[in-house]
């Protein structure tokens, strides 16, 4: 199969210093796990696009790419893998309206555009077929407020079905929208969309999100188990949402197509998370990092001290249970943490104690159940009883 990778990004000249990237070739008979860089490394490298530069994402159809570039010199262009031919697609006219940033996104398949259009002093979020451009799924207009990245918002398909956005608005203050999309036949759904407060202070959490209204609804003759409907509106929110992460992990995450998914049983946001993971005084971060129903913690290591970055990967819905007045909420969450739980009989001191580490460690926990500390040593992860 042919796929891509953005590389060598560098600034380009339109607002915020948005990169642009050189556009990488390869070819695999195994689709990438997660899209992490350590296992492109099994890719055959082919090629790298030549002469342009892309702002936003590309789509594979067959053989052949479809690339925007973006900017003020928004166009597509089409390469063929084997012939390495490279044409181009004039703009179409309904995409004058779009925002230079954040930059549009096709979705993997190449069969919609998702992209934010500007009418008079507001904006939406807007998925049109491509290259016919019907509309098939739009967000309410708000008042759009431009930011730098990786603050600026990102528009990004974590695969063919599944369209995750955040943009920073000024409705009811400086805010973030969210929007979550599901692709449905020839439609696409908004299953959610919520605006943020956009707090500067990392250490102020966000309150509870009131309840996820859809936006869109199509008919259905299909009923959908109420488990698969709890995990589709689970809440998943940007990288961008948290301005604490260190920057290049936050664009990492965003060029990965990571969402956090939010714990039902833990007010405000969570899932991202700081602390010495790999020895004392180093920093690290770590996050849940969802993708295409699968969420996986995953570390940002800020020093020499390391332990494999990618840590229990598990499907979403098996972290389901119900809630208060029946509902279904998410319940994966995690934590630092600095020791351990003993329970009696476990060794042959006994007594239910806590043991102190020499070093945090990572609560993973399934909220209200129980949990396990993760604990790097030696250049590996051990697995130590948290709470039952």
């Not at 008042?143 to 955040?166: C, D, F, K, Y």
């Amino acid at each position: 199969m042919v796929s891509t990778k953005l590389v060598d990004g560098r600034a380009g000249p339109y607002p915020g210093g948005w990169p642009f990237y050189l556009v990488e070739v390869h070819h695999s008979k195994l689709a990438p796990l997660m899209g992490l860089d350590r296992l492109w490394r099994g890719f055959d490298r082919l090629d790298t696009v030549p002469h342009i530069r892309s702002l936003g994402t590309v789509a594979v159809i067959g053989d052949t790419l479809v690339i925007g570039v973006g900017g003020s010199s928004v166009t597509a262009w089409s390469y063929d893998v084997r012939t390495k031919e490279l044409t181009r697609s004039p703009a179409p006219d309904w995409f004058n309206t779009s925002w230079v940033t954040p930059p549009a996104a096709f979705s993997p398949d190449g069969r919609f555009i998702a992209y934010l259009s500007a009418d008079h002093d507001t904006t939406r979020l807007t998925v049109r077929s491509w290259p016919r451009g019907r509309i098939v799924a739009q967000s309410p207009p708000v008042s759009p407020r431009q930011l730098n990245p990786p603050r600026g918002g990102r528009i990004v398909w974590g695969n063919p079905t599944e369209l995750r956005a955040s943009f920073p608005v000024f409705d009811s203050g400086p805010s973030i929208a969210s929007l979550g999309g599901v692709v449905r036949g020839d439609e696409v759904e908004v299953i959610e969309w919520r605006i943020y407060p956009d707090y500067q202070d990392p250490n102020v959490r966000l309150p509870a999100p009131p309840p996820v209204q859809p936006v869109v609804a199509r008919d259905s003759t299909q009923q959908e188990d109420k488990w698969d409907r709890a995990a589709r509106l689970t809440t998943r929110l940007p990288p961008s949402a948290f301005p604490e992460l260190p920057k290049p992990f936050a664009e990492e995450l965003e060029q990965l197509g990571c969402t956090i998914p939010q714990s039902g049983f833990i007010p405000g946001r969570g899932n991202v998370i700081h602390g010495n993971f790999a020895a004392p005084g180093q920093r690290d971060w770590a996050v849940l990092c969802s993708r295409s129903g699968t969420s996986i913690i995953l570390v940002f290591w800020g020093g020499p001290v390391q332990c494999p970055r990618e840590i229990e990967p598990a499907e979403d819905k098996s972290f389901l249970q119900s809630a208060d007045e029946g509902a279904i909420v998410f319940s994966r969450g995690i934590r630092t943490r600095n020791s351990y739980h003993v329970y009696p009989g476990e060794d042959s001191a006994g007594g239910d104690r806590e043991v102190k580490l020499e070093h945090d460690g990572i609560d993973s926990a399934f909220e209200g159940k129980a949990s396990s500390v993760l604990f790097c040593r030696a250049g590996g992860w051990i697995t130590f009883s948290g709470n039952d």
